[in-house]
């Protein structure tokens, strides 16, 4: 039986994009770059207006230890730093660079391989790569790898799963740059001074399993794993559940449990960074849906406007009624195609008018689907039903901060009740109770 | 760009169950017993599931009108009820009283709670429990046998339903001042309640009991259909049966583990009970430890009402008291969560 853990779902795969190689996509006139396109503080323009920039140049230095610098995808000229729409919802800062369409890189003619030097040098290399995390969360990698002082970490997982329909990105990825990938592991793998490292890969990628597999077969160390398919099964926590039968603690981290979890987007980022001394200015992106002329997975610079890589993805449909940066379990809707793509997009997908649901939420029948399904083990109806009553206490106690908001819940609901909409209400609420908290006892 | 993008929060696809399809998958898993109704009580019984489905229906429709909220009776739950308490009539009751127990299921049980997903008792089960009360001589009287068999199922006693006879002869059994003769009279029931013939006509359905009860392979038809379709769980069937096994098993006889747990099994209203009436999901726990306890406790209380109560059936009143427990249930049975520690 295919390793797994306990709850989700299985919804259609969609994987309409999987046979299709990566494309590289013609260059947009202009890129609009944002500041903020990870977990932590904004990087801070090193730019001005005017300035000429070349691919890989940094327009944006890291503020603090959980943030990332900035590169310019294209070569061109500063055209303004000011507030753009932003996928993750408002408007936020960014700075629109023109394309010269020269395609200059920054001079990496000098560059020095550095898979082979120390923590510290690969450590800051990454971070100097502006490097987060590719599945979506965008997390600093550099972070990930510098535990804490007595933490180990002694086993990496390559999380290959790719459990969200429609995408197809990685599954690309680990079909054209298996060395890549599997060399940035043991790059990861070395810094930590982990002795076990996994690829786990959903079983509904076979050519994958095998390619990974065929490529490692003579290492003791790392071992490709075929997951069940079920979403979602790329979940940190229920991935190293599924492969080495460790809990992460609630409200703890992997390395709690000696574990850390990197996409393999990621480690393919890493081992380009340390090789080659390229930053992160471009990334793979699945564009898919019922409402998109020719979808595929496409290498896209950091910064392009969604419409733009619609317009080379064939265009969409008339009936285009809703864009989804992301998989359509956790991706967010998006008001215009005017928004850029950022570190974090690993697809959009477009959807037409029929496929688009606009569902009224219905009294809860205590089914008991949703607890059924959680893959936290969760009781959602009863938080969902607290926070709709302003009870946040209640839903405190019921183990909303260990919601990882995958909408399991959600779409196996017969009453269509919008946890997970529910549960960023209220989890907004506990995180403003404690600001005030703090602020009294400060 | 031309039109205006939706913008909802995610998940932003969705399972294709809604309340709908649970409702009328529970409808039709209903059918074949309703079917069977007929075939074994005639028109009569079809008479009863229609008055008490559309009296269900049209009091769903007035008080929702009343209390100026959206009038929801398409969504199948008013026809469930309706059928529910046709289910759990005797086929001779006057064409009234289904109409009368479906209006107090739905406007006492049912709305003033706030409609369906609130109320804490099952209505079907709550309108029973009103009849019962009000007219218990309708309701404990007026059994008819089967067009091919007879009330009992058995040849030798024809006045009772078969659990009426079990109850007559623990009795009897139980009695200290009865005579040899009655003693072995009612072995001799006993024996002809637990031979082949008889457990084949409970099985069969072709026995005395409430419209929808008696036949146990039409309702594990309907019951098989939902556990396929996921609508039900097998935690509370299987907990409250297996429960009721257990238990007559051992209490059930003269001395401890000289019970007769098929013959329970099988007759009464227990299969139509576990199976559709306490997996009522509005009315059970959501937690599946939770399922298993409230199966345990209906088993119980079935149990001890059939072999020690003033009844002979035990299962809708069972049913009704563990509702009043599920609140207390499901919040301690919560499942420990990924990465929890139970104790810290
Ligand atoms: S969204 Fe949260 S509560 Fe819902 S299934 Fe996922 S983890 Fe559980
Ligand atoms: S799945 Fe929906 S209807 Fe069922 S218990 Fe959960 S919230 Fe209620």
New binding site residues.
Partial sequence: MAKTFRGGVHPPEAKLTASKPIETIAQPDRVIIPLSQHTGAPSKPTVKVGEEVLIGSKIGEAEGFISVPTHSSVSGKVKAIANYPHPLGRPMPAIEIENDSRDEWIDLSHWTDLTNSSPDEIRRAVREAGIVGLGGAAFPTHVKLSPPEGKTIDTVILNGAECEPYLTGDHRLMLEHPDEIIEGLRVIMKVLGAARGYIGIERNKPDAIDKMSEKVEDEESIEVVGLKVKYPQGAEKQLIKALTGREVPCGGLPMDVGCLVQNVGTSYAIWQALKLGKPLIERVVTVSGSAVKSPGNYMVRIGTTFSHVIEQAGGMDEGCSKIIMGGPMMGIAQHTDQVPVVKGTSGMILLSAQDVRIDEPGPCLRCGK?VD????R?V?NE?ARFVEKGRIAEAEAYGILD???????AYVCPSKIN??HL?KIGKAEIAQRRRKEAGKEG | MSAKLTVTPSPHIRDDLDIKKVMYAVVLALIPSAIGGVYFFGLRALVIIVAASLAAIATEAVCQKAIRRPVTISDGSALITGILLAFNLPPGVPYWLPVVGSVFAIAVAKIPFGGLGYNPLNPALVGRAFLLASWPVYMTTTWTAPSRGSLSGISAITTATPLGVFKYVRHILDNPSVGPDEISRANSYLAQLYSSASLKNLFLGNVGGCIGETSVILLLIGAAYLLIKGIICWRIPLSYIGTVALLTWILGGQGLFHGYPLFHVLSGGLVLGAFFMATDMVTSPVTPKGKIIFGVGCGILTSVIRLYGGYPEGVSYSILIMNITVPLIDRYTRPRKLGEVKGS
């Fill in positions: 949703c399904h959680c893959p936290m969760l959602p938080i919601c990882m908001e995958c909408g399991v819940c946890h997970v549960f």
